[in-house]
């Protein structure tokens, strides 16, 4: 039973430099993932300054459902920031129907509002229900550990133990401070740990046996440079087959993040 999830940071549906309309490339460029599951952040469910600015390129609907396109997918939003003209979050698009979803404020001060968008996902084939954690988390360490502590509660709290999981965003973390957190605490693996065929077999084996470098994920941002580790990828319940950030002209154009794609096989 395979899945495939990808996580992706859209920056607003805009250009990094001029805030240009991308939202109609992103669709046709996230619909070459092929993925049963899309972690979305930085969605902007209303923004009625740039739809008046460019009209004829500016959805209707809030880009979660304009991404997810017809009744072929399944969507959740998760409103984390709200001002005059509009608001932005989280997104979670399925090819599975999404059985409940719920959004968790963790914002921790006023200037950065974020959020944890906890949706179950009905895997039909397999007759599971996976539990997705779709996370962007603050620029402060500070921040970030205290979200990351809100994160395990709730993943504690929301998801049987043997329950498959999968936690996917922006965690800003590009120090690393982060994951051997939620090794210990829930039990997870972030996607690059298994990616044999990334890391080297011999790698992979020494670091099971507590002697190997320690593990990091990819590099995901700038697009157009890879340098830091931002976007990541944890799972439990899963074994990963093949994990890849996509690099390239066409998606350094679009955001200033890098998606990553994974293929998951259920335990």
């Not at 620029?139 to 709290?157: C, D, H, P, W, Y």
């Not at 080297?200 to 700038?222: D, E, H, I, V």
Request: aromatic residues 8%; proline residues 4%.
């Amino acid at each position: 039973m395979k899945l495939r999830i990808a996580t992706y940071n859209i920056h607003k549906g805009v250009s990094s430099i001029g805030s240009r309309p991308r939202i109609h490339a992103l669709k046709q460029a996230v619909g070459t993932l092929h993925a049963d599951i899309l972690f979305l952040q930085e969605v902007q469910g209303r923004h009625d300054l740039l739809a008046a600015k460019h009209a004829t390129n500016w959805p209707e609907e809030g880009q979660h459902d304009f991404l997810a396109g017809d009744d072929a997918y399944h969507v959740a939003y998760g409103m984390n920031a709200v001002y005059d003209h509009g608001h932005h979050g989280n997104a979670l698009v399925s090819r599975y129907p999404i059985a409940s979803f719920s959004n968790q404020d963790v914002s921790d001060h006023a200037f950065e509002k974020r959020g944890i968008l906890h949706c179950v996902v009905r895997w039909v084939e397999a007759g599971v229900d996976v539990h997705c954690f779709v996370i962007h988390l603050g620029l402060f360490a500070g921040s970030r550990k205290r979200q990351t502590a809100s994160l395990i509660e709730a993943v504690n709290e929301l998801a049987p133990r043997d329950a498959p999981v999968v936690i996917a965003g922006d965690f800003n973390d590009w120090t690393n401070q982060l994951s051997d957190k939620l090794r210990e605490q829930l039990g997870v693996c972030e996607v690059f740990d298994e990616n044999i065929s990334r890391r080297g077999f011999g790698t992979y084996l020494r670091r099971l046996a507590g002697r190997g470098p320690k593990m990091a994920p990819a590099r995901t941002f700038p697009a157009a440079m890879p340098l830091l580790q931002l976007d990541r990828i944890y799972v439990r319940g899963f074994t990963v087959e093949d994990a890849k950030v996509l690099h390239g002209g066409l998606w350094s154009r679009l955001s200033d993040h890098a998606p990553i794609v994974a293929t998951l096989h259920l335990k």
